[in-house]
């Protein structure tokens, strides 16, 4: 069991939990006070403390999972069997699984050079081929890839011209900024997570965030079984299980007290590995543009070759450092093979070819040294 223990805690792993210690006080006056089920206190506060720090009179409700949060979203837009949803190809399942729970097809649109996110001419090129064939799309559902914000002031402009609310997908961008605005408040609705390798964590958890009480409120409603009020257990709309607990909220509000901490941390990850590998060619690292301000949440490369990131996947992997692909294109799955998709070869590149490096505020100087130099030594 120790020599396990030992193994386990030796590993440098891609994005581990980051507890900051103030966790603690607020799961113990929830066992204190007998507040465990999905209500109470630390889930009405940690609420009100993601409120706070995206501002915008954002109005958040924190649920079991950033899946659950896209779900609701797609419900709350009226989205169901016939439909059509813009998702981009770039992404992990997670982000377009909900489109087949109500019944609805994706769209899969393909990213840029820039940001890797969803690419705004085939985004309009996707739109106009759809009313074409008489398809209007219901949504789009656009993500801040490995934290770095989208293009957000051209897909707005789309999303106007066309009138196509977003749903803005930002479970891997919480402490990311676009103009000085937080990622999350961009989105008609957006949503978060906070699963056990998001920059906090709830050990499980999402949230979603819309511009109105109206909204929320409705959330909050179909999130707890639709229950009509009274005493009595009336229902008339499907309504599901996803309120997160006031335990895993206690959670959420000590790491809230530490997010722009651990962002500068995960920026830091980032700096030390470009300023220690910026000089081998075969490596291009993903900038940030101007007026973008990315988390950072992981490290992300693109090699010169498959071999090289395969390499590295191996070398990395055989010193017990766990590195990732870049996600898997969803136009490349078997289980979405068959729906439509406008695609430019970019997002095919990126998975062949990326690379997401140890990215966690918990890393050290001496893993980061021991990463860097097995790199280096490739190369040399």
């Known amino acids: 069991m120790i020599k396990n223990a030992e193994k386990l805690n030796s590993r440098i792993w891609l994005s581990a939990p980051h507890m900051s210690g103030y966790e603690d006080e607020f799961i113990k006056k929830a066992f204190e006070s007998n507040w465990i089920a ?31 949060a896209i779900h609701l979203a797609l419900v709350l837009l009226n989205i169901g069997k016939g439909d059509e949803v813009i998702c981009q190809t770039k992404t992990f399942v997670a982000s377009v699984n909900p489109v087949t729970y109500v019944g609805a097809t994706p769209v899969f649109v393909d990213s840029e050079s820039e940001t890797w996110n969803m690419s705004p001419e085939l985004l309009e090129k996707a739109i106009k081929d759809r009313l074409k064939k008489g398809k209007k799309p219901k949504a789009i559902i656009i993500i801040n890839l490995y934290g770095m914000p989208y293009h957000v002031d051209r897909i707005q402009e789309l999303s106007e011209q066309y009138q196509i609310p977003v749903i803005e997908d930002s479970a891997e961008a919480l402490g990311s900024k676009y103009k000085g605005k937080p990622c999350g408040t961009f989105g008609d609705l957006s949503i978060l997570s906070f699963n056990g390798n998001k920059i906090i964590t709830t050990s499980g958890g999402g949230a979603l965030i819309s511009k109105s009480e109206q909204i929320k ?18 229902h008339s709309e499907t309504g599901y299980n996803y309120r997160m607990s006031n335990i895993l909220a206690g959670i959420g509000r000590g790491q809230m007290k530490v997010l722009e901490d651990y962002v500068e941390l995960r920026r830091r990850n980032f700096d030390y590995y470009f300023d220690a590998l910026k000089d081998i060619n075969e490596i291009i690292f993903l900038k940030e543009p101007i007026n973008y301000y990315s988390n950072r949440w992981l490290t992300c ?48 590149k990126l998975y062949e070819r990326g690379l997401c490096l140890p990215s966690g505020s918990s890393l050290t100087k001496d893993d980061l040294l021991k990463i860097t130099t097995l790199i280096k030594s490739y190369f040399e």
């Not at 409120?51 to 079991?64: D, I, K, P, Y």
């Open 38 to 68: 999905p209500l109470g206190p630390n889930l009405e506060g940690f609420e009100k403390d993601i409120e706070t720090f995206l501002g915008h009179q954002s109005q958040v409700v924190a649920l079991n999972s950033g899946t659950a």
């Open 217 to 234: 409120d409705k959330a909050i409603f179909l999130a707890t079984q639709a229950k009509n009020p009274g005493v009595e257990y009336s």
């Open 301 to 348: 490369v693109l090699l010169e070759t498959n071999k090289m990131r395969d390499d590295l996947l191996k070398l990395l992997s055989d010193n017990n450092i766990e590195a990732r692909p870049s996600w898997k294109p969803m136009h490349q799955q078997e289980l979405f093979k068959s729906f439509p998709k406008y695609l430019n070869g970019q997002a095919d």
